[in-house]
């Protein structure tokens, strides 16, 4: 099994690759569009600012060609943020895989901070990439990020930090997670080998 992970200006890419690594896949990290075309599974990571990552996949086609891929693909963090229609950071129309508008967190109190910043639990969990965990359980897994997605038709795991807000969603062959799989422990590694297993 081939699994890429697309090659952009965004951080953490790293960490997915060691991850996997510890799964005993070794991927590929490229910004070639017919080895993403190619690959049976392409994970889209990142951290970083919305503009700036976007213009990068805008100059080398790449927002097009991930809109266009076929086989199982992986977005997250920054990744899950690109795939919708629009974020509020910079005024930045996005991928637009997801019909879904990225916000900023409002702080509503004092002890509010953003960026939200640690482990917080997933709920009302669906899909394949959910696969093991009990109705009941509410896994802790890692985040990172002032933006968030709100809840939407796309939205197939919560999580909750000044309101409800989509930790994961999916449309057709296409996932993605506002969380670190990759930083989230034995949760983290059953969702991405959920992941390669669809």
Known sequence: MTVAIVKYNAGNIYSVI?????????????????????ADKVLFPGQGEARSAMRY????????????????VLGICVGQQLLCRYSEEGDTPCIGVFDAEVKRFLPQRHEDKVPAMGWNTLHEMQSPLYKGFAEEESPYVYFVHSYYVPVCEHTIATSHYI??????????????????PEKSGEAGVRILQNFLAI
């Open 18 to 38: 060691n991850a996997l690594k510890r799964m005993d896949i070794i991927p590929l990290l490229t910004d070639k569009p017919e080895e993403l075309m190619r």
């Open 57 to 72: 996949l805008q100059e080398r086609h790449l927002d097009e060609v991930i809109r266009d891929l076929k086989q199982p």
């Open 163 to 180: 309101l409800p807000y989509s930790a994961s969603l999916r449309k057709d062959n296409f996932y993605a997670c506002q969380f670190h």
